[in-house]
Protein backbone atom coordinates (compact mmCIF):
# COMPACT_ATOMS: atom_id res chain seq x y z
CA UNK A 1 0.00 0.00 0.00
CA UNK A 2 2.53 2.41 0.48
CA UNK A 3 4.35 1.75 -2.53
CA UNK A 4 1.34 2.70 -4.62
CA UNK A 5 0.24 5.70 -2.36
CA UNK A 6 3.90 6.64 -2.57
CA UNK A 7 4.15 5.91 -6.77
CA UNK A 8 0.26 8.20 -7.11
CA UNK A 9 1.47 10.44 -5.19
CA UNK A 10 4.65 11.06 -7.19
CA UNK A 11 3.26 10.66 -10.43
CA UNK A 12 0.23 13.46 -9.59
CA UNK A 13 2.73 16.24 -8.32
CA UNK A 14 5.20 15.85 -11.40
CA UNK A 15 2.40 15.13 -13.96
CA UNK A 16 4.89 12.17 -15.57
CA UNK A 17 4.27 8.29 -14.89
CA UNK A 18 7.51 7.21 -16.75
CA UNK A 19 9.80 7.79 -13.46
CA UNK A 20 7.49 6.03 -11.25
CA UNK A 21 7.45 2.71 -13.58
CA UNK A 22 10.71 2.80 -13.93
CA UNK A 23 11.25 2.83 -10.46
CA UNK A 24 8.97 -0.10 -9.65
CA UNK A 25 10.83 -2.18 -12.43
CA UNK A 26 14.34 -1.27 -10.90
CA UNK A 27 12.95 -2.35 -7.45
CA UNK A 28 11.45 -5.33 -8.97
CA UNK A 29 14.50 -6.95 -10.48
CA UNK A 30 16.85 -6.12 -7.34
CA UNK A 31 14.42 -7.84 -5.39
CA UNK A 32 14.49 -10.94 -8.00
CA UNK A 33 18.21 -10.65 -7.58
CA UNK A 34 18.56 -10.26 -3.66
CA UNK A 35 15.60 -13.36 -4.01
CA UNK A 36 17.91 -15.45 -6.51
CA UNK A 37 21.34 -14.93 -4.54
CA UNK A 38 19.95 -15.77 -0.99
CA UNK A 39 21.87 -18.54 -1.08
CA UNK A 40 25.08 -16.63 -0.51
CA UNK A 41 23.85 -15.94 2.83
CA UNK A 42 24.62 -17.77 5.88
CA UNK A 43 21.80 -19.34 7.42
CA UNK A 44 21.30 -17.78 10.17
CA UNK A 45 21.54 -14.06 8.84
CA UNK A 46 19.36 -15.54 5.68
CA UNK A 47 16.01 -13.83 7.18
CA UNK A 48 17.18 -10.08 6.43
CA UNK A 49 17.81 -10.66 2.72
CA UNK A 50 14.58 -12.69 2.58
CA UNK A 51 12.62 -9.83 4.40
CA UNK A 52 14.66 -7.03 1.91
CA UNK A 53 13.64 -8.89 -0.99
CA UNK A 54 10.24 -9.08 -0.10
CA UNK A 55 9.58 -5.91 1.30
CA UNK A 56 11.22 -4.10 -2.36
CA UNK A 57 8.67 -6.59 -4.17
CA UNK A 58 5.96 -5.44 -2.31
CA UNK A 59 7.09 -1.60 -2.76
CA UNK A 60 7.53 -2.31 -6.87
CA UNK A 61 4.00 -3.65 -7.26
CA UNK A 62 2.76 -0.45 -6.02
CA UNK A 63 3.79 0.66 -9.64
CA UNK A 64 0.63 -1.46 -11.14
CA UNK A 65 -1.46 0.66 -9.79
CA UNK A 66 0.09 3.63 -11.67
CA UNK A 67 0.20 1.49 -14.78
CA UNK A 68 -3.77 0.71 -14.30
CA UNK A 69 -4.12 4.50 -15.09
CA UNK A 70 -1.28 5.38 -17.40
CA UNK A 71 -3.66 2.69 -19.53
CA UNK A 72 -6.34 5.03 -18.83
CA UNK A 73 -4.61 7.94 -19.90
CA UNK A 74 -3.51 6.95 -23.51
CA UNK A 75 -5.75 4.61 -24.11
CA UNK A 76 -8.91 5.63 -26.05
CA UNK A 77 -12.41 4.97 -25.29
CA UNK A 78 -13.11 1.80 -28.02
CA UNK A 79 -9.68 0.52 -27.68
CA UNK A 80 -9.84 0.85 -23.68
CA UNK A 81 -11.35 -2.46 -22.82
CA UNK A 82 -8.68 -4.40 -24.95
CA UNK A 83 -5.69 -2.61 -23.13
CA UNK A 84 -7.13 -3.85 -19.96
CA UNK A 85 -7.75 -7.22 -21.05
CA UNK A 86 -3.92 -7.28 -22.26
CA UNK A 87 -2.88 -5.69 -19.07
CA UNK A 88 -4.57 -8.58 -16.78
CA UNK A 89 -3.63 -11.25 -19.43
CA UNK A 90 -0.26 -10.64 -18.87
CA UNK A 91 -0.41 -10.63 -15.47
CA UNK A 92 -2.34 -14.37 -15.24
CA UNK A 93 0.42 -15.48 -17.84
CA UNK A 94 3.38 -14.19 -15.33
CA UNK A 95 1.81 -16.08 -12.35
CA UNK A 96 1.06 -19.64 -14.33
CA UNK A 97 4.28 -19.39 -16.15
CA UNK A 98 6.71 -18.73 -13.04
CA UNK A 99 5.54 -21.80 -10.91
CA UNK A 100 5.93 -23.99 -14.34
CA UNK A 101 9.20 -22.91 -15.33
CA UNK A 102 10.34 -23.78 -11.08
CA UNK A 103 8.25 -27.39 -11.56
CA UNK A 104 10.46 -27.95 -15.15
CA UNK A 105 13.18 -26.89 -13.97
CA UNK A 106 13.32 -28.49 -10.48
CA UNK A 107 12.22 -31.94 -12.32
CA UNK A 108 15.10 -32.04 -14.00
CA UNK A 109 17.61 -30.92 -11.80
CA UNK A 110 17.35 -31.93 -8.89
CA UNK A 111 19.99 -30.48 -6.74
CA UNK A 112 20.02 -27.27 -8.01
CA UNK A 113 18.09 -24.45 -6.58
CA UNK A 114 16.45 -22.66 -9.11
CA UNK A 115 14.38 -19.22 -8.83
CA UNK A 116 12.90 -17.80 -11.70
CA UNK A 117 11.07 -14.80 -10.99
CA UNK A 118 7.29 -14.24 -12.05
CA UNK A 119 7.38 -10.65 -12.55
Not at 36 to 60: D, H, K, M
Request: aromatic share 12%; charged share 15%.
Amino acid sequence: MLGAAGFSIHCYSTKSFRTSLMVGRFLSIISCLLYGLIEIYPENVRRWPWLGSFLLQATAEGSNIVLRSFIARVSTGPDRQTAYAMLSAGEMLAIVSGPLIQFICGKYMKDVVVTIASW
